[in-house]
């Protein structure tokens, strides 16, 4: 895969690749980030979305720090996912780490366990 960064900032990276599919890389720098300043970047994904039209999304989460506010996917459903749709996005992955902080239903580690 030929990649080429199409929008960065001290949280993300956007990524097109040759095969027709953007990615949005978060950064561990999101530990410190607003509701505001993630909703930006999904902003910004989202319209390098509809402007290149990709047939497959991916949202690299495994190092994303955030914690979800109060009513973010709330908000994501109804801000974000009607662009990916406009987009003509065929397919949507996540690629998540073992503690997935922005999903609630993520399992979390036990005590003890590494």
Request: glycine fraction near 6%; charged fraction near 30%.
């Amino acid at each position: 895969m030929t990649d080429d960064v199409v929008a960065k900032d001290q949280w993300d990276q956007i990524i097109f690749y040759d095969e027709n599919t953007l990615e949005l890389r978060w950064l561990p720098s999101t530990r410190n980030a607003t509701d505001d300043e993630v909703r930006e970047t999904m902003k910004l994904f989202t319209a390098e979305a509809e402007k290149r039209m990709p047939s497959l999304l991916i949202v690299d989460t495994t190092e994303f720090r955030y914690r979800w506010g109060e009513a973010m996917m709330e908000w994501r459903n109804a801000e974000i996912i009607p662009g990916y749709n406009r987009a003509g996005v065929k397919k949507l992955a996540f690629i998540a780490g073992y503690e997935a902080r922005w999903c609630p239903q993520a399992p979390r580690r036990r005590a003890g366990r590494g």
